[in-house]
């Protein structure tokens, strides 16, 4: 019954080395974001996804970059993780941009650690 | 976009009533209320959404006063698996892709035996 899946849901990756994240959704929905969450602080959204159009945050790292190359799967890249990304990191999706009417769908996470 | 300010940690105890406030004073006259929940390792989960008055599911309740710039989740006879972050949200429900949402800091209820 899960609607957004994130995998995996633990990734371990050295220092530079980069790492994939994925996440699906069998929702349709037209907006797909990810968001960095680190303890105890907030969600952070690094950027999202309305169709095929990509939009960053402007205070998000060049490191972190996604592809979405179909409406169900969305892909964050780290190019060169260091150990400041260390986080779980969510994938949210939602029918239309910055509405709540419809509320988000979170995935479950993948928490990150760099070793 | 309306900021919203929380307390950052609650306590109480199984079976008790739990009422958590979130302040919300330049809310727009669009704008609704949203609480989510947040598990340890797991993403936020939507518990209930309000524009006045007062809404009622089978998760929790939304108070919301005339003036609209407070809301408070109210949580019935809380279990120790309630232990969780509550987020509340305020935003339109207009799509537009320059409208974001905002998470705080939320608030973090530790229930205790």
């Known amino acids: 019954d899960a609607m957004v899946i994130q995998n995996p849901r633990y990734q371990v990756t050295q220092f530079g080395k980069p790492v994939t994240l994925s996440c699906s959704q069998t929702?349709?929905?037209?907006?797909m974001y990810w968001y960095q969450q680190k303890s105890s602080q907030a969600p952070k959204l690094l950027f999202h996804?309305?169709?095929?159009?990509?939009?960053n945050e402007a205070d998000t790292p060049d490191n972190f970059q996604s592809r979405r190359p179909n409406t169900s799967f969305c892909f964050l890249d780290i190019r060169s993780p260091g150990l400041g990304d260390a986080a779980m990191y969510l994938c949210?999706?939602?029918?239309?941009?910055?509405?709540?009417?419809?509320?988000?769908?979170f995935g479950s996470g993948t928490r990150l650690t760099v070793v | 976009l309306a900021k919203t300010t929380q307390p950052i940690s609650m306590d109480s105890y199984e079976g008790q009533e739990v009422n958590i406030t979130c302040s919300h004073n330049?809310?727009?006259?669009?704008?609704?209320i949203t609480w989510y929940q947040q598990f340890p390792s797991q993403g936020p989960r939507f518990i209930i959404q309000?524009?006045?008055?007062?809404v009622t599911n089978e998760v929790a309740s939304l108070f919301i006063p005339a003036d609209r710039k407070s809301s408070t989740l109210s949580l019935p006879r809380v279990s120790l698996s309630d232990t969780a972050v509550y987020y509340c949200?305020?935003?339109?429900?207009?799509?537009?892709?320059?409208?974001?949402?905002?998470w705080g800091l939320g608030t973090s209820l530790a229930v205790n035996p």
């Open positions: 949200l305020v935003g339109g429900l207009e799509a537009g892709n320059n409208r974001k949402l905002i």
């Open positions: 330049n809310i727009a006259t669009n704008d609704y």
């Open positions: 309000g524009y006045k008055t007062k």
């Open positions: 929702l349709n929905h037209n907006v």
């Open positions: 996804y309305y169709d095929k159009d990509f939009n």
């Open positions: 949210a999706t939602s029918r239309e941009m910055g509405s709540l009417l419809y509320g988000y769908t």
